[in-house]
């Protein structure tokens, strides 16, 4: 496949600009290693060229758009999405790697994110606050202004638009940074947006590297708001970089998901939900089932299941439409790698996979790989692989496998397979994350809030939490 035709330019103000010192970086193909396009790496000042944009646009043009005119621009710009559902999601697997039928979950998910949030934009009231007859007290909902958007690879459209949907909804004017592995399908977002008719300057790209382009942007001192979703190192820099100006965050940072199952569970729906769950995205999903908590007394069987199941998988090139396509980069590869390694050395037991398949020479492909015999202090147990990478674990007792299920850093979500209500809901009480699943995965929609606790970050997205992340309450009293 050759270099796609990309105009290697920012999209600021509605306009397509070079970057001011003309420096580009490559976007590869992680199926070929290959070249797809060049785009810009903007610097700081081409991202203050971006939110002076967008702040001109907030006080100008979009503050004059009434809220259900937003929401018919953001309709509009769900249907034009829609229309070209399949050149998104086959941009989406050159850029990102994911099997064509994954990324045309994905553009289907972005248009469902969209509408929701077109159609809560007219919806945004504030409360009247009974203080008697002499004050009269209201609050007004208000946009927070510029809000930027920082996002990872692993969703490169459904991530954008996850928070930039919303912010658009509220009102606020958005600069959005994609990451530099995946940078195209935001470029496409932007040109989309133009055709559909949002104003210049309320939705604004810049690509370029985290460390220069998106610290310039949470930094930027007109950036009243920011949401990041990647890796909790580069979160903790997001923190101290906008400390000092006290910006409110949204931070969606990881997690080591557990997946627990009982003896009294459906165990052929907790196997097939269980293989979707790991090895979706090729593992590379923050609430992917990354561990499998098994009672004592179906672990051998649900082991045996799902390493037959999970054997069976395809592992090629998204185009294909496989079951697995390539990790994102050969650094995410030789991460996984290392922590195979690091399994093998701490005495896990592999079952499956563990190395690159034979009949892919090219690309950053991995085999399903399965860890058995997993001490829960293990480094495979208790950092984020990111991988299609997963470790079971025994256990016997509802206390152990919740005391195990809690005792990470991460605090995402969790599953719990069994037919006991009761257990279930005790389970659900007592699992610190951020969202419980219960005989299922990847439950909840569009509507349903999601995000972690500790060190999965904070905030809320998705549902009305994930558009109140860009409005403030101002409080009116009038007395009478
Ligand atoms: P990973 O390590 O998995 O590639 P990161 O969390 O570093 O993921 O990256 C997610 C997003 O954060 C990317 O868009 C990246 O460019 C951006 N990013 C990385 N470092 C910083 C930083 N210091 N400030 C702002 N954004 C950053």
Same mark, same amino acid.
Do not use: T, W
């Given at each position: 496949m050759s270099k796609l035709e990309f105009p290697n330019a920012l999209f600021i103000d509605g306009k397509w600009v070079p970057s001011a010192r003309r420096e580009s970086f490559e976007s590869v193909n992680p199926a070929t290693e290959e070249v797809l396009a060049s785009v810009p790496r903007a610097d700081a000042h081409d991202v203050d060229l971006a939110v002076r944009a967008a702040k001109k646009a907030f006080y100008g043009e979009w503050s004059e758009v009434t809220p259900s005119e937003r929401g018919r621009l953001l309709y509009q =710009?769900?249907?034009?999405?829609?229309?070209?559902?399949e050149e998104l999601a086959e941009l989406e697997t050159l850029d990102n790697g994911k099997p064509l039928r994954e990324a045309l979950g994905d553009v289907d998910g972005v248009v469902q994110t969209i509408q929701y949030n077109a159609g809560a934009a007219d919806k945004l009231q504030g409360d009247t606050i009974p203080l008697g007859k002499e004050v009269v007290d209201f609050t007004w909902l208000e946009p927070l202004g510029v809000t930027a958007h920082i996002v990872p690879w692993n969703f490169p459209l459904g991530i954008a638009v996850r928070s930039v949907a919303p912010a658009l909804a509220a009102g606020c004017t958005v600069v959005l940074k994609p990451a530099e592995e995946s940078p195209l399908s935001a470029l496409r977002l932007a040109s989309i947006a133009k055709e559909v008719g949002f104003p210049d300057g309320v939705l604004n790209v810049v690509t370029g590297f985290g460390e220069e382009a998106g610290a310039a942007l949470v930094r930027h001192p007109q950036v009243r708001g920011v949401t990041f979703t990647g890796s909790a190192e580069t979160g903790r820099k997001i923190v101290a970089q906008t400390a000092e100006a *006290?910006?409110?965050?949204? *931070?969606? =940072?990881?997690?080591?998901?557990?997946?627990?199952? !009982?003896?009294?569970?459906? =165990?052929?729906?907790?196997?097939?939900?269980?293989?979707?769950a790991v090895f979706g995205n090729c593992g590379?999903?923050?609430?992917?089932?990354?561990?499998?908590?098994?009672?004592?007394?179906?672990?051998?069987?649900?082991?045996?299941r799902f390493c037959e199941r999970a054997s069976s998988l395809k592992v090629a090139p998204g185009l294909e439409n496989g079951d697995l396509g390539p990790l994102i980069s050969k650094e995410q590869l030789q991460r996984a790698q290392d922590y195979i390694r690091s399994g093998l050395q701490e005495g896990a037991e592999l079952r499956l996979g563990g190395k690159r398949p034979a009949h892919l020479p090219r690309g950053y492909f991995l085999e399903p790989t399965v860890f058995e015999a997993v001490n829960p202090q293990m480094r495979i147990?208790?950092?984020?692989? !990111?991988?299609?990478?997963?470790?079971?674990?025994? !256990?016997?007792t509802d206390e152990e496998a919740i005391r195990i299920a809690n005792e990470v850093d991460y605090g995402l979500v969790a599953g719990v397979y069994t037919q006991d209500i009761r257990r279930a809901m005790t389970f659900a009480q007592k699992l610190e994350c951020g969202s419980v699943w219960i005989n299922g995965w990847y439950l909840g929609g569009v509507q349903a809030p999601t995000g972690g606790v500790k060190a999965s970050g904070f905030g809320r997205e998705r549902g009305l939490a994930g558009i109140h992340n860009y409005l403030q309450i101002k409080n009116v009293a009038i007395k009478l």
């Open positions: =710009l769900a249907q034009a999405i829609q229309s070209r559902r *006290l910006k409110p965050l949204v *931070l969606e =940072l990881g997690g080591k998901n557990a997946l627990i199952v !009982f003896a009294d569970a459906d =165990l052929e729906r907790a196997v097939s939900d269980a293989i979707e590379q999903v923050c609430s992917a089932a990354s561990r499998l908590l098994l009672h004592r007394s179906i672990q051998g069987e649900f082991v045996e147990a208790q950092e984020e692989i !990111f991988a299609p990478v997963v470790v079971a674990m025994p !256990f016997d």
